[in-house]
Each structure stands twice: as structure tokens, then as C-alpha cells.
């Protein structure tokens, strides 16, 4: 009786190679090679790995196969984002600022200054927009989410204010965070369009 380990090699007629395990003369031919278990076994050992690779390329075709889906983080976020421009549209800063981080490292850049602490943020927009006209209208559009981890993303997107007189816009990159209170705007940077 000959004794053999069974070796499958990557070929493509998946061909089994028999190796002695003892000093007993090795078979010379194919047919001589195979027996009927090694057969089998042979079978058991490719039906795991092929039903692997079917399993691979059918999960790779069906997630390159399906749109886009809006994130649990991107739609809240995007509430956010309309709570704020509904707040500001209402005259609310206080409301609006709810979409900020409250505490000293909340940040934002607009032109070349650059504002530190949420409280001061408040402030700097309660000076300058300190009449429903001067507010006029916010909209926000283009907005994009990328989510970088689990408590971090990175938006952007264009403002326009539309008043009487005049229609600001520009761009805006956000940093928000996930907090226990839900995301929040840590870094907001502002530009107007000239």
C-alpha cells in the first residue's frame, strides 16, 4: 500500500501531485498518482475555496453595483447643517450656534481673521448680523460629506445670503465632530466670493 500527503498546487487543471511519505517506490503515471480518495479529497478541499472566490466576487459586484447611500453620520449632519440655516432664517444666532461645538477650541477662520471659543464665534456673529436685514436669507447647497472616522468628518459647500440690497456668497469646509450632544462644527472656515 502506498501512503502519499495530497498537495494542490495553483494550476489550472488542478492537478494533484502526489509526495511519498515513506521509502516506497512512487507511482510513474497519472492515473497511477490518483486513487480514488485522494480524488475526494481532493473535491472537499476545492468546493471551500471555490464557494470562497464566488462568495468574494458576488459581494464585490453587488457593493459596485449599488448607488451611493446617505450615512446614518451624513444625515445627521445634514441636519444640522438645515437646523442652522433654518435658525438663522428665523433671526435665531443662538439656535444657530447650536450646530458649533460649545467650548474654548471651536474655531473659525473667515478672511484673515481667525476666531477661537465658541462663545466668541457668538458674538463675532451677533456684531455683525445684528439686524434681520443684515442676516437677510441663508442657504446652504453643494454640500459634500466625508466622513474621515467614526467621530470626525469633513464637509464643504457654498452659502449665499440674499438680502435687499445685495447677495453674498462663498464656500465653507467644516470640521465636525461626533460629541455626546450629537456632531458638531469644530473648525468652520468661510469664504466670501469676490
Not at 124 to 150: C, H, N, P, W
Request: a positive charge; aromatic letters at 8%.
Amino acid at each position: 500500500m502506498l501512503v502519499v500527503d495530497v498537495v494542490l498546487l495553483p494550476k489550472e487543471d488542478s492537478q494533484v501531485f502526489a509526495r511519498p511519505t515513506s521509502n516506497v517506490q512512487r507511482p510513474t503515471s497519472n492515473a497511477e498518482r490518483r486513487t480514488p480518495n485522494a480524488e475526494r479529497r481532493t473535491k472537499m478541499l476545492q468546493k471551500p475555496f471555490t464557494c470562497f472566490v464566488v462568495l468574494l466576487v458576488t459581494m464585490f459586484r453587488e457593493s459596485a453595483a449599488e448607488p451611493a447611500t446617505t450615512s446614518g453620520a451624513e444625515s445627521e449632519i445634514r441636519a444640522v447643517l438645515e437646523a442652522q440655516a433654518s435658525a438663522w432664517n428665523r433671526g435665531d444666532i443662538d439656535e444657530y450656534m447650536n450646530g458649533y461645538a460649545r467650548g474654548d477650541a471651536t474655531e473659525f477662520v473667515g478672511g484673515d481673521t481667525l476666531t477661537r471659543g465658541w462663545q466668541t464665534v457668538r458674538d463675532r456673529y451677533a456684531k455683525k448680523y445684528d439686524s434681520a436685514e443684515k442676516m437677510g436669507r441663508l442657504t446652504f447647497s453643494e454640500i459634500e460629506v466625508k466622513q474621515l472616522s467614526a467621530d470626525a468628518a469633513l464637509v464643504t459647500g457654498r452659502w449665499q445670503l440674499q438680502r435687499k440690497d445685495d447677495r453674498p456668497q462663498g464656500r465653507f469646509t467644516l470640521l465636525f465632530r461626533k460629541l455626546p450632544e450629537g456632531w458638531r462644527i469644530v473648525h468652520d472656515h468661510t469664504s466670501v466670493a469676490e
